[in-house]
Structures are given as structure tokens and as C-alpha cells.
């Protein structure tokens, strides 16, 4: 679980996200289901996210914005 968090430590940052203990979870639950990938699978994940960023990162930034925006 989470084992891109750490690619993305700039990004969180830039969109003003904390990652704590206790929504480390949820977050990595609402990145899976952005970028449509079954929860808990990593490397699928963070491939998906590279590839979407690699096409779009404007794009994929507002998406992750919004999905991210609770927290």
C-alpha cells in the first residue's frame, strides 16, 4: 500500500495535502479509484499515474485536486 507516496511527496505538497497516519489510507483509496486501478494494487497504480501525468500533468493535477480536495 502506498508505496508511490513517496514520488509524490511534491505533489501533495504543491496541492496542499497533508499525508498523515490517518488519512494515508483514504487518500491512497481515492487515488486508486482516480485513476481506476483495484485498491491495493501498487505498481498498477503508480503506472497509471506516471502515464497520466506523462499526457496530461496539468490535467492530471486538477483531476487529483478534486479527488483529493477533503484533505
Known amino acids: 500500500m502506498t508505496c508511490y507516496f513517496r514520488h509524490l511527496k511534491e505533489t501533495f505538497a504543491e496541492l496542499g495535502v497533508e ?17 481506476g486501478v483495484n485498491y ?3 505498481s498498477e497504480t503508480w503506472k497509471e499515474i506516471k502515464k497520466r501525468r506523462a499526457a496530461d500533468e496539468a490535467g492530471f493535477m486538477k483531476a487529483l485536486d478534486g ?3 477533503k484533505f
Open 67 to 69: 479527488a483529493l480536495g
Open 19 to 35: 499525508v498523515t497516519p490517518e488519512n494515508k489510507q483514504e487518500i491512497d483509496r481515492a487515488i486508486h479509484k482516480l485513476v
Open 40 to 42: 491495493k494494487n501498487c
